[in-house]
């Protein structure tokens, strides 16, 4: 190929890949603030060894006059634990839920429990203050395991948007967290 | 918590808990770290039951902050956000 056909097919190539960045870019800066830290900047560890299930939480404030729609939360997980995503979507006052607890065997969170809705499909109302509730099943009693952030994919007025939650959620034996 | 620079002298002060009140509750053991925290600076950063730790300069950004909840639990509190937000500026633990 000749240098004028190699420019002939190398625009379109390259405003292809340009126009496709510009349809994959997802705003960061989106409507739906959670803790905005750096990644790993924060680290919340639960001690490891009890039985039953271990949820997190973290608050998410709506802060558009529209409806927020949740599509889905994912992040790397360490370890064997199985990780399930919830959001209960309009928390009145999140001060009384706990930042986590283990289920059962903990009281105050019941409430939130009964409310909250898989994260692959929640919608947070408008100005509403949400709670993102990380479950972690680590599957064998004592097990560790550790979120290394998550990142929450939600829609609002027909856009899509990305809130990175920088905390780190970890089961620990000990003070290493 | 662990100081990563030593200023010299020696100092008391008597200091009053700031006003936390976006609190969230952490079970007994759970353990909270703040480390690097980019917009945080640390001055009179934390107090514990009304203990003030550092009311000096000397935490900066490289500072790292660590809770570990006692038995029974208690709650971190920040004035200006949660205490895991970036916007938690100062912390006060409570029972």
Redesign the interface.
């Known amino acids: 190929m000749n240098r004028a056909a190699e420019r002939v097919v190398a625009v379109p190539v390259v405003l292809a890949a340009l126009l496709g960045l510009a349809a994959c870019s997802v705003s960061d800066d989106g409507p739906l603030v959670?803790?905005?830290?750096?990644p790993?900047?924060?680290?919340?560890?639960?001690?490891a060894g009890h039985e039953g299930l271990k949820y997190f939480s973290?608050?998410l404030v709506s802060t558009d006059d529209r409806s927020v729609q949740v599509t889905g939360v994912e992040g790397p997980v360490q370890g064997d634990a199985v990780i399930s995503d919830y959001v209960a979507a309009d928390v009145e006052d999140?001060?009384a839920?706990?930042?986590?607890?283990?289920w059962p065997g903990?009281v105050?969170a019941t409430e939130t429990m009964a409310v909250m809705v898989s994260a692959d499909d929640a919608e947070i109302p408008a100005g509403a203050t949400a709670l993102l509730v990380i479950e972690v099943d680590p599957g064998t009693v004592g097990a560790e395991a550790e979120l290394d952030g998550t990142t929450v994919r939600y829609e609002v007025g027909g856009e899509t948007y990305v809130e990175h939650v920088g905390?780190v959620y970890a089961l620990?034996s000990g003070?290493a967290? | 918590m662990r100081a990563d620079e030593w200023k010299g002298g020696n100092a008391t002060v008597n200091t009053t808990p700031p006003t936390a009140k976006?609190?969230?509750?952490?079970?007994?053991?759970?353990?909270?770290?703040?480390?690097?925290?980019?917009?945080v600076t640390w001055n009179a950063a934390a107090s514990f039951y009304g203990v003030g730790i550092t009311a000096q300069t000397g935490w900066n950004t490289r500072g790292r902050l660590?809770v570990?909840m006692g038995s029974g639990g208690g709650n971190?509190c920040g004035t200006g956000g949660?205490?895991?937000?970036?916007?938690a500026y100062q912390l006060v633990v409570k029972p």
């Not at chain 1, 790993?40 to 001690?47: A, D, K, L, M, T």
């Not at chain 1, 839920?97 to 283990?102: C, F, G, H, I, T």
């Not at chain 2, 976006?22 to 917009?39: E, F, M, P, T, W």
């Open positions: 959670g803790p905005r830290v750096e790993g900047e924060v680290r919340v560890c639960s001690q973290e608050p999140v001060g839920v706990p930042a986590s607890w283990w903990e105050g905390v620990v003070d967290c | 976006y609190c969230r509750r952490y079970a007994a053991g759970d353990i909270l770290v703040k480390d690097n925290s980019k917009q660590q570990i971190i949660h205490a895991t937000t970036s916007s």
